[in-house]
């Protein structure tokens, strides 16, 4: 008997047998937007559909050329594009899964010059202004909705996905924040309601048996958003219409609340969804942060019917099975962090993941048995050394892995200190536990040196990274801590702290510094969430943080700070710090450290701050003395040098994986 037997167990969900309760979420990772990768997209979801996934989404596809994300995005709009997806649709359903095509028009969130909405008005977050639908341009959006999920049917999709949130055009409608029109469409929010509401009646009568799951912003986060009674009162008529299921969106992209980011607790927003869950007789579906079986099984044993994870089935295609098949521990846990999901979708890149190298890339990155198995040596045990220990002896390699300290997990030890980065641990459970159950022989506590590796036919050297000590007058005085002292409590750092260096490991630092513990209903009211019932768009006003200490945030450079930090996650590390009251400046010339504090020089003029203590986060150097000596000494196998040995740049966890997986894929 599994552990996990709603999530893992087939189940009618919509009408529809899935293998399990498990939702893939839909995620535009580029592989949609050009036909020659459709092999690519089929490998990628058959993976999934193979783990135990229920339900697959697919990215969002336009119905027409005014809704694409980018120019030249994906759609669905011709014959042509259908007979393309049979390739789909086909795998998925050869090994067992279902899958449902996401009609997703961008509205105002068009990256093209041509972009359109229920009125004039341009986003925050985007370069162009959309123009507004005429009247019977809006009927043509409805029609070509309908057109798409027939196409949809067509290719041997299951269903389609209504992509009606996170302030698509579908939103754009809904709310007054956007739509201003005084037409049918417009005005009262019944008026609002009717152009989504259309879409699904419409669908439903041109295809009776269809599984047409609906995505309903189930908070807003936006100022002048739906209030709850108009979220419910649209539920109704949604499942009036004829929706097969109701799924979970929370947040406008240009809502200045994270939803996604790893700071975001686990499962913050499945309480919307039990709300919506009672108003309704079809089947509801939670989404956006629950990232382990327990989560959503849990989720799954207080009433909801399916549970999405989208970026989880990134890190692991197989989360289901392993779950299932008692193999929980082995899950290689989503950490949240967009490095390399969101953070290249909104670069225009292809998504991949920062733990798993191979999602969206299963057809060249590819893990085969070995013909010759070669004795490697593996030397450090941050994440570059063990996702080539790993990888390797997947591949059937004879691995050792040498670990210096009584510990795995290099600089990611510190990493998983910080608050809000706590879940980096799981990371580093999932190597460990896939090198015991794979017989990795690990050395820890042992510093390679050439002798000690002596024999090996390849020796990878992972040897990471060192903090860099800035050469500033003082800097052997007592106050002066180094982050790793900082992070680990070697040293217990005082009331008044200065941090050298903004990166971003100093802004880790200072939010650790400065944090205290919060719950959930805290961690909410410091965003300023709001119940929907009481306030429009579910967003008032922030609580003030009340920081456990006073730290000045200090960088060389003249720029505003944290320009450097991740595309999607930096402007929450941005806010924070603002919140948390730090002093942050910038141009700051270091001048020297002695009892009275750090004497600084910002704009000329010299001033001196009485702190207890300052921390370096002055950047990094790559360790790589053991891989010279090799090379110098004539290593009669071969050498190689990965992850911040190699180059040493700061928050790369999503290079120094990817490296050591790529090498061992060609051991
Ligand atoms: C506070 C903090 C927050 C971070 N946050 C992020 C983040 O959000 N995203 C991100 O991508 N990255 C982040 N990073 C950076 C990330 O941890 C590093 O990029 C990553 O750990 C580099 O991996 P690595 O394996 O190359 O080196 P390391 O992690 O430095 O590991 C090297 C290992 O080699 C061992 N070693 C050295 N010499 C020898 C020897 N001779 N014999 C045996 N063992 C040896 C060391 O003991 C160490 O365990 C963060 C780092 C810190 C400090
Ligand atoms: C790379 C990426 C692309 C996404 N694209 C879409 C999309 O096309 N349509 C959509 O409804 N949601 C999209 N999302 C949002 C996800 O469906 C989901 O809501 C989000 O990842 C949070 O859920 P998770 O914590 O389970 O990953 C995307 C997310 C990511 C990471
Ligand atoms: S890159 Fe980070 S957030 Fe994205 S799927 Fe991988 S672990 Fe999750």
Redesign the pocket.
Known sequence: MTAYPLLTTPATVGGLELQSRAVMGSMHTGLEDRPWHVDELAAYFAERAAGGVGLIVTGGYSPNVRGWLLPFGSQMTTRLNAHRHQRVTEVVHANGGRIALQLLHAGRYGYTPFSVSASATKSPITPFKASALSGRAVERTIDDFVDSARLAKKAGYDGVEIMGSEGYLINQFLAARTNRRTDKWGGSAESRMRFPVEIVRRIRQELPDFFVMYRMSLLDLVPDGQTWDETVELAHRIEAAGASVVNTGIGWHEARVPTIV?SVPRGAWVDSTLRIKQELGIPVCASNRINTPDLAEDVLAQGVDLVSMARPFLADADLVAKARDGRADEINTCIG?N?ACLDHTFKAQRASC?VNPRACHETTLVLSPTRRAKRVAV????????ATAVSATERGHDVTL????E?????????M??PG?EE?AETLRYFRRRMEVLGVNVKLS????PDLLAGYDEVVV?????PRTPAIPGIDHPKVVS??DA?TGRVCVGARVAVIGAG??GF??TE?LAHREESLAEWKAHWGVADPAVVRGGVTDKAPRDPRREVWLLQRKESAQGKGL?KTSGWVHRAVVKDLGVHQLSGVSYDLVDDAGLHITVDGAPQVLDVDHVVVCAGQES?R??YDELVAGGFPGSVHL?????VA?????????KQ?TELAAAL
Do not use: H, M, W
Not at 446 to 449: E, F, I, Q, S, W
């Open positions: 790893t962090c490095q920062l030397v450090g045990g941050g994440p570059a050394g063990l040498f670990e210096a300290s510990e795995l997990g290099g600089q990611f030890r510190l990493a200190q910080i980065k980096f042992t510093r390679a040196n992972a040897t990471g990274v060192a982050y790793p992070i971003g490991i880790d630092v650790l991740g360790v003395s053991l990965i992850g911040g040995a190699d740049a700061e928050l790369d966890a999503k290079r120094a994986i050591g």
